[in-house]
């Protein structure tokens, strides 16, 4: 066998194996014509021409029902050589309008195995004389041994080629599955929710999303906005307590260039830049009074004004909107307007609390321990009941986003495979009695083995911040200009995170 031919068996991608395995065949014999057809149904397909003509043949389907000399090669499981002006086997309507037609041609079936033909293989004399094809008996034979070998090859191809495309689409959908979050859940309680979320998704009114910090909302939005018919235009959020007032109001309806100091062109608002989609707006009941009218005119006539802008602008957007807090508790205290309410509200969900849907604490563990190995590339940890028996009935004050972050903390500092009850930081292991959820945190509780050093790793975000804060008062004697100085922030931004976290002097130092 020549090193040409070994080449062969090396190539993987169907396409080019088959050309160069066609035009091999084509230089043996001293032809000028070949192509190669595979079965597909009850079809025959040129998948690859060579020589004059080529361009009208390959992509050519042939009906099984009709006479052909592929047809017959690959239900016979032979070769054969036809004279094609006497042939009844020749599909002579191929050639209507060739130029040089065929006189004769050598056929022979593709093996994926011994018993399995996939397709056949032409070699094609265009001479008058039928002077160039080789048909001596032993010749064929060896011609015969070739293709067979060269056919496993070409198959063995053809199923990688297959097997990688459907690798890719698995990769593809996985991938899809991992950028659309999972929403993990079987109690009743949040079994009910999620019935509200699906239905909700084939409207297109407004939804108000409640429940406490780290409960899912914006998770629960994204799956409102993917399964709905705006699922290809924007899916824009905004957290209406993470900018100040005074930016809040450009950074959701725009600006025109000079409507304020530092203006220097037009900017598009989240409404303008969402229009077809959805906004998100999390933690609706800390937005400002003068902002909410600027919503309601969103919610009332579809419309926005940006600063400086003389002319209404139409959109066309679906707000769903979040709060941890007593919306009509705000509205009695006449912290929030009440015809906003009942416009955001067309829709209501409430998201149930970790603690109240414990039976779903095992299937979060487990999901996020799969997650967090396959993000950091570890052997997935497992969890002993005695642990698990813990986190089942701690109390979860920082919800879904506390056990996810728990989960990251106990993969990294836990070294054994499997998370033991002592894995767990002390509060899991001995929650508090006081009824606050932040009493029992390690900042607040010194280490056994070291009793200056602080583990902050159990600790949710809001009480970290809470913590912090009570600590930094304490050190300057409740001065609040003091200890807004040694924070780094101003007065005013402390005073208002104190009230906030709801922290005062006469509470237990």
């Given at each position: 066998m020549s090193r040409p031919e070994i080449e062969l068996f090396k190539e993987l991608d169907p396409e080019a194996l088959q050309k160069k395995f066609l035009n091999s065949l084509i230089k043996i014999q001293n032809v000028r014509r070949g192509s190669i057809w595979i079965q597909k149904n009850d079809t025959y397909v040129c998948v690859e021409a060579a020589g004059a003509e080529s361009e009208n043949i390959k992509g050519v389907v042939l009906e099984s029902g009709h006479p052909s000399i592929v047809g017959w090669v690959i239900e016979n499981r032979q070769m054969?050589?036809?004279?094609?002006?006497?042939?009844?086997?020749?599909?002579?309507?191929?050639?209507?309008?060739?130029?040089?037609?065929?006189?004769?041609?050598?056929?022979?079936?593709?093996?994926?195995?011994?018993?399995?033909?996939?397709?056949?293989?032409?070699?094609?004399?265009t001479t008058p004389g039928k002077t160039r094809l080789n048909l001596d008996k032993e010749y064929l034979e060896t011609l015969q041994n070739l293709?067979?070998?060269c056919?496993?090859?070409?198959?063995?191809?053809?199923?990688?080629?297959?097997?990688?495309?459907?690798?890719?689409?698995?990769?593809?959908?996985?991938?899809?599955?991992?950028?659309?979050?999972?929403?993990?859940?079987q109690s009743p309680s949040f079994e009910k929710s999620m019935g509200l979320v699906k239905s909700y998704a084939d409207t297109d009114f407004?939804?108000?999303?409640?429940?406490?910090?780290?409960?899912?909302?914006?998770?629960?939005?994204?799956?409102?906005?993917?399964?709905?018919?705006?699922?290809?235009?924007?899916?824009?959020?905004?957290?209406?307590?993470?900018?100040?007032?005074?930016?809040?109001?450009s950074e959701l309806f725009g600006y025109k260039k000079g409507a304020f100091t530092g203006a220097t062109r037009d900017r598009a608002g989240l409404f303008e830049a969402a229009d077809g989609g959805t906004v998100f707006l999390d933690e609706i009941g800390d937005m400002p009074m003068s902002t909410q009218a600027g919503l309601l005119r969103v919610l009332q006539k579809n419309e926005i004004k940006p600063l400086g802008e003389t002319k209404a602008r139409f959109?066309?957007?679906?707000?769903?909107?979040?709060?941890?807090?007593?919306?009509?508790?705000?509205?009695?205290?006449?912290?929030?307007?009440?015809?906003?309410?009942?416009?955001?509200?067309?829709?209501?969900?409430?998201?149930?609390?970790?603690?109240?849907?414990?039976?779903?604490?095992?299937?979060?563990?487990?999901?996020?321990?799969?997650?967090?190995?396959?993000?950091?590339?570890?052997?997935?940890?497992?969890?002993?009941?005695?642990?698990?028996?813990?986190?089942?009935?701690?109390?979860?004050?920082?919800?879904?986003?506390?056990?996810?972050?728990?989960i990251r903390y106990l993969m990294v500092t836990t070294p054994e495979d499997s998370i033991q009850a002592l894995s767990l930081p002390l509060h899991?292991?001995?929650?508090?009695?006081?009824?606050?959820?932040?009493?029992?945190?390690?900042?607040?509780?010194?280490?056994?083995?070291?009793?200056?050093?602080?583990?902050?790793?159990?600790?949710?975000?809001p009480g970290l911040e809470k913590s912090y804060?009570?600590?930094?008062?304490?050190?300057?004697?409740?001065?609040?200009?003091?200890?807004?100085?040694?924070?780094?922030?101003?007065?005013?931004?402390?005073?208002?995170?104190?009230?906030?976290?709801?922290?005062?002097?006469?509470?237990?130092?």
């Open positions: 054969t050589v036809a004279e094609t002006r006497s042939d009844l086997r020749h599909y002579r309507e191929v050639e209507d309008e060739f130029v040089v037609k065929s006189s004769q041609i050598l056929c022979f079936p593709l093996f994926l195995s011994e018993k399995e033909v996939y397709g056949a293989v032409q070699i094609i004399d293709v067979d070998i056919s496993i090859a070409m198959g063995n191809a053809i199923l990688f080629a297959t097997e990688k495309k459907k690798s890719l689409h698995l990769k593809s959908a996985l991938s899809r599955l991992q950028k659309e979050s999972l929403i993990i859940g407004h939804v108000l999303i409640t429940g406490e910090s780290g409960t899912g909302k914006e998770l629960v939005a994204e799956r409102l906005h993917k399964r709905s018919s705006r699922r290809e235009k924007p899916f824009l959020a905004q957290n209406c307590s993470a900018i100040p007032e005074t930016l809040l109001e959109i066309d957007v679906r707000i769903v909107a979040a709060t941890n807090k007593d919306i009509k508790k705000m509205i009695a205290d006449n912290s929030f307007r009440q015809d906003l309410y009942y416009r955001l509200s067309v829709l209501p969900v409430h998201l149930p609390p970790l603690r109240e849907r414990r039976e779903d604490i095992p299937l979060l563990v487990k999901h996020f321990l799969q997650t967090e190995s396959a993000n950091a590339n570890m052997r997935e940890k497992k969890i002993a009941p005695n642990a698990m028996q813990h986190l089942v009935t701690y109390d979860w004050p920082g919800n879904i986003r506390e056990l996810e972050n728990l899991f292991r001995e929650p508090s009695t006081t009824g606050d959820p932040y009493a029992a945190t390690p900042f607040l509780q010194p280490r056994l083995d070291n009793e200056f050093m602080v583990d902050l790793t159990g600790l949710t975000w804060v009570h600590s930094l008062l304490k050190k300057h004697n409740w001065n609040i200009t003091w200890a807004a100085q040694a924070s780094g922030i101003n007065r005013s931004t402390f005073a208002s995170r104190m009230r906030k976290l709801n922290i005062k002097r006469n509470q237990t130092e």
